[in-house]
């Protein structure tokens, strides 16, 4: 088998190995929940509805996205060293490597798929907009598309757990993404009382932009998470990776200030190391433009771009550093 079997084996097993862990439809379901109960929750603000709740929902699903990013690369990757099935993988001809990278693929791999659901019930939520008055019609084609594409991937999940033995989880989140597409396409093509309309009426590319940039910095989560967790247990591990969340959304806070203020009022010491630290630590408000999305600022695709480099350069460093970890772990 050559090198790019393997990681694309290894990739595949940790995907459907973290796709099935029941905390990743719990923190889904729960977070949709969520999501969907910003919008009457959002109805309290007199004038910035929309705006608060875009920025309820949008936390939402980050921070869920960060909490799975810590828990399921801590299950793929520690919890195998610990019960030793990783020796099984390592005593056959498969470099340590290999095994770093393909977790990260396969975790990273079902966490777009969790954000993914999140996402598309955002956009059916957003869609459907806040009632700012008792007068505001339902959409009734978000309800009744978005509604439809749950029960159905309820209904498939069970058929096929029940018949077929498969993971309930791993069918409804696999299967709830597409249906939920489909519920979106859909109710973009009628307004509220399913009249026909344009299909980029109603459709704001802006959200999901913000939305690509959130799943970015859960990739950099996600990437520290698996380095960490060649060496630390799960406690750990979910500790340093929010422990890096928090750092990252404070950075410019906590580095920013002193390198802005320059070496001769802050002090050589304090500049340089305040530098060092804010190029070492992952700034997450690069990925945070939820301000932009509310003020109608339009995203630049160089934007995208830069941040996307920005994005692997980090989980490319986090990664380099969990492979020179795990090259001397015991697994036996």
């Known amino acids: 088998m050559g090198l790019l079997e393997q990681l694309l084996a290894i990739a595949r097993n940790t995907f ?9 439809l719990v923190v889904t379901v729960i977070a949709g929940l969520l999501v969907v109960m910003a919008n009457p929750f959002s109805a309290y603000t007199m004038m910035d509805d929309d705006r608060m709740f875009l920025d309820m929902s949008l936390s939402t ?20 060293i610990e019960n030793r ?7 056959k001809p498969v470099a340590r490597a290999s095994v770093v990278l393909g977790k990260y693929l396969g975790a990273a791999a079902a966490l777009l798929a969790c954000m993914l659901a999140l996402m598309l019930v955002l956009a059916l939520v957003e869609l459907h907009g806040v009632q700012q008055t008792v007068r505001t019609p339902y959409h009734l084609p978000v309800i009744a598309f978005g ?87 799960q406690v750990l591990t979910v500790t340093v990776t929010v422990g890096t969340l928090l750092v990252g959304l404070l950075s410019d806070w906590f580095f920013g200030r002193t390198v802005a203020a320059g070496a001769e009022k802050a002090g050589e010491a304090a500049y340089w190391a305040s530098k060092t630290a804010w190029g070492i630590v992952p700034n997450f408000q690069v990925f945070w433009v939820t301000d932009a999305v509310n003020q109608g600022v339009a995203i630049p695709a160089n934007y995208l771009a830069l941040t996307a480099l920005y994005a692997t350069c980090f989980v490319a460093a986090a990664l380099a550093l969990g492979v020179a970890l795990f090259q001397r772990r015991e697994v036996g």
């Open 85 to 91: 099935t990783a020796l099984t993988v390592i005593s």
């Open 147 to 233: 509604s439809a594409a749950v029960i159905l991937a309820f209904g498939v999940a069970t058929w096929c757990n029940y018949f077929y033995a498969s993971s309930f989880a791993a069918v409804f989140i696999m299967s709830v993404s597409p249906l939920l597409l489909v519920a979106y396409v859909l109710a973009l093509l009628f307004d509220t009382g399913f009249a026909p309309q344009s299909i980029a009426k109603d459709f704001r590319p802006e959200v999901w932009k913000a939305g690509l940039l959130m799943a970015l910095g859960v990739a950099v989560l996600c990437a520290v998470a698996v380095a960490v967790s060649t060496r630390l247990g």
């Open 61 to 80: 699903v980050f921070l869920s996205g960060a909490l799975l990013a810590a828990m399921l690369a801590t299950n793929v990757v520690s919890r195998e």
């Open 16 to 24: 459907l190995e973290s796709i099935r862990q029941p905390v990743a």
